[in-house]
């Protein structure tokens, strides 16, 4: 089994920035894909940003040019970094983590951008 552990979220103003952290553990392949999706109440849950063991990375268009994710492959972690939070961000963030056909999901962390 892996297990994922998220941290850093919390309440921002809009304008402010957040940094997440998913930290991976278990039974975890050297070549794997991380990454982030978020959820809003009501929606679906939806790509926020991906990376691969070998630094390849892709983001929805509504994060491109804010938002930056990466990985410290020797800790199995992944991190996003968000800067310039809209109020539109507010959601639930899972880290997400693939093993060519296994896939496993953290609990979630909640991210609010209000005044």
């Known amino acids: 089994q892996v297990h994922l552990v998220e941290s850093g979220g919390g309440l921002v103003q809009p304008g402010g920035s957040l940094r997440l952290s998913c930290a991976a553990s278990?039974?975890?392949?050297?070549?794997?894909?991380m990454g982030w999706y978020r959820q809003a109440p009501g929606k679906q849950r939806d790509l926020v940003a991906v990376?691969?063991?070998?630094?390849?990375?892709n983001y929805a268009a509504s994060v491109e040019g804010r938002f930056t994710i990466s990985r410290d492959n020797a800790k199995n972690t992944v991190y996003l970094q968000m800067n310039s939070l809209k109020p539109e961000d507010t959601a639930v963030y899972y880290c997400?983590?693939?093993?060519?056909?296994?896939?496993?999901w953290g609990q979630g962390i909640q991210v609010t951008v209000s005044t």
């Open positions: 990376i691969t063991s070998g630094g390849n990375t």
């Open positions: 278990g039974s975890i392949d050297s070549i794997n894909t």
């Open positions: 997400h983590l693939r093993k060519l056909y296994t896939y496993y």
